[in-house]
């Protein structure tokens, strides 16, 4: 399967001198893959060192961190000889080895022209951290792009690509959108799902699901595994209560998240802020923030942390932990399902490195996102899951903000591409808001 993040360790590659490249991201995400097949093919040789697995590889950093010392002594252990000018070392589940990731610095000092690169799940956690010494990228889930990619399907990869507005463009690639909104974005579940294209639905269904069933299962015991001082019970009662909530909305925009009830004797922000933060860090959630009055850049200066709206990683997971089958998906009010809308569109703006993001609330009145662009302008984004595009709530913002720009994601073919102000894009074009109407902000 492709993944556009190769695109940017390609040109790590072809620099002179390199710091060490660190990818993180959730777990099965598919940053082993990433690096040893799709990056590991444009190099001579790949020596992975995986310390997940092979815990004690951690003792070819025991006794000293330098390039020199530490490669022999992976060489020692693995039998393996490696010439830094022509191979590629992957350091994978690096955040199992503190020294490993303490080494990264010296990498980066004394041998810039080394190929290094590390991956972990839990990067977010380490106490300690080269700051400054990694290029560092997060993977996230695939996104719909990436899941047109992995179709195969040449003729509807070049229709999204060309951004072609046919009426019959636009019944295939919303087709595809409903496809992704049950398989989601995890590797494992996409790849099924593409290689059983000659199975029954039943089986197709009953393959993916199995599959998220288990991430779910993995993700839960992690919990415990690595949560420290973090009480893993309070970690899982804000994982479980996030679907929960997000399905609770109706026809209207995914609502803060709501602390009373989600765990026993606790109730405010200030009880659950280590749990989200835990989350967050480890990827598994995503975080929007809502804004009241008028919105101005940065809006990071204009969040409060106790209100907060609280997303899936993935919504193929959100699916599977809401029980809702593919053929709900497919044939049921879906129009109706806007919590589903909006944790796809939050996934597609963290993938193009909008993260957090933002949303507007004022009265009965609420955007579901509202975007920066290169010069500080606020952007409104409005998410309707059907083809009902009537918004009385960007009406409001308008009246109120004035913006010079406004978008709106729905379930229809949208607008001429030569609307320039009042612009209408289907859901599946979400990604392009970030790369042809915004810079993100970090």
């Not at 020294?99 to 799940?121: D, H």
């Not at 779910?216 to 992690?222: A, H, P, T, V």
């Not at 679907?243 to 659950?272: A, I």
């Not at 607008?415 to 599946?428: A, H, Q, R, T």
Request: aromatic letters at 10%.
């Amino acid at each position: 399967m492709q993944r556009l993040l190769l695109e940017n360790l390609l040109a790590w590659k072809e620099k002179k001198k390199r710091k060490p490249l660190l990818i993180d991201g959730a777990r099965q995400t598919g940053k082993t893959y990433l690096l040893e097949t799709l990056l590991g093919a444009t190099f001579k040789h790949v020596l992975r060192i995986d310390f997940l697995e092979s815990p004690e590889m951690a003792e070819a950093f025991s006794d000293s961190l330098t390039p020199k010392d530490v490669l022999s002594n992976i060489e020692l252990l693995t039998g393996t000889i490696f010439n830094p000018a022509t191979d590629l070392l992957i350091l994978d589940e690096i955040g199992e080895c503190p020294a490993a990731v303490t080494a990264l610095k010296f990498f980066a000092e004394k041998t810039p022209e080394m190929y290094v690169a590390a991956s972990g799940s839990n990067i977010g956690l380490l106490n300690a951290f080269p700051v400054g010494k990694v290029e560092q990228h997060n993977l996230r889930p695939l996104t719909y792009r990436e899941f047109l990619l992995a179709s195969g399907e040449s003729a509807l990869i070049k229709a999204f690509e060309s951004r072609l507005n046919t009426a019959a463009a636009h019944a295939k690639l919303f087709a595809k959108l409903t496809d992704y909104y049950f398989t989601g974005g995890m590797p494992e579940a996409v790849k099924t799902w593409f290689s059983m294209s000659g199975s029954s639905i039943v089986e197709r269904h009953q393959a993916v699901a199995k599959i998220h069933g288990d991430l779910i299962s993995g993700y839960l015991r992690d919990f415990g595994k690595y949560s420290g001082k973090v009480d893993a019970n309070t970690i899982e009662a804000v994982f479980r209560n996030i679907p929960v909530q997000l399905s609770s909305v109706v026809d209207e925009s995914v609502k803060r998240f709501k602390f009373k009830g989600v765990y026993e004797r606790k109730s405010r922000y200030n009880d659950f802020e280590n749990a989200i933060i835990w989350l967050e860090k480890c990827r598994l959630v995503l975080t929007n923030y809502p804004i009241s009055g008028t919105p101005r850049a940065p809006l990071a200066a204009c969040r409060k942390d106790s209100m907060v709206k609280l997303f899936l990683l993935d919504v193929g997971l959100l699916h599977h932990m809401l029980s809702i089958g593919y053929q709900e998906i497919k044939h049921q009010g879906y129009e109706y399902k806007g919590f589903i809308a909006e944790n796809f569109v939050q996934q597609e703006f963290a993938a193009q490195g909008l993260a957090p993001t933002f949303s507007w609330s004022d009265a009965r009145a609420e955007i579901e996102f509202i975007v920066s662009d290169a010069t500080g302008n606020i952007i409104p984004v409005e998410v309707k899951s059907g083809k009902r595009t009537k918004a009385r709530s960007l009406r409001s913002y308008i009246i109120k903000c004035q913006p010079q720009k406004t978008i709106k994601l729905t379930g229809t073919q949208g607008s001429s591409p030569l609307e320039k102000k009042d612009i209408v894009l289907p859901l599946y074009y979400s990604e392009y808001i970030v790369s042809q109407h915004l810079k993100p902000l970090s």
